[in-house]
């Protein structure tokens, strides 16, 4: 699931540091009480914790809640940690976080006309 995002409308990211000892009913609260978002939409929830090398995603499937955990056994996920935000990724930042990259990258340069002397 957490590749194939093909029934998902909108990926947030829960920036800082979440409890991960939380399970469904704990991140659902965190969802609608402190961010007033809706835990029931058609969204993918991504949090992490202290451990950068592992994060927990929630989503609700029409029938119930999903709540998937991954663990990395080398490396870790570049988590912004400054803040306290939901951050909504682009599915791009979404394959960027999972292969261990920044979301936020420098923009492509564009490439340099030539001017024939």
Known sequence: MLGDLSGIS???????RTDMRLSIDGLMAIIRDTYLMDPYANALYLFCGRKPDRIKAL??????FVLFYMRLDTGR??????SSEARTLTRQEYRWLMEGLSIDQPKALR???RKDF
């Open 10 to 16: 909108k990926i947030y990211l829960i920036c800082g």
């Open 59 to 64: 989503h609700h499937d029409k029938t119930g």
């Open 77 to 82: 996920f570049q988590w912004p940690r400054s």
């Open 111 to 113: 490439p340099v006309q």
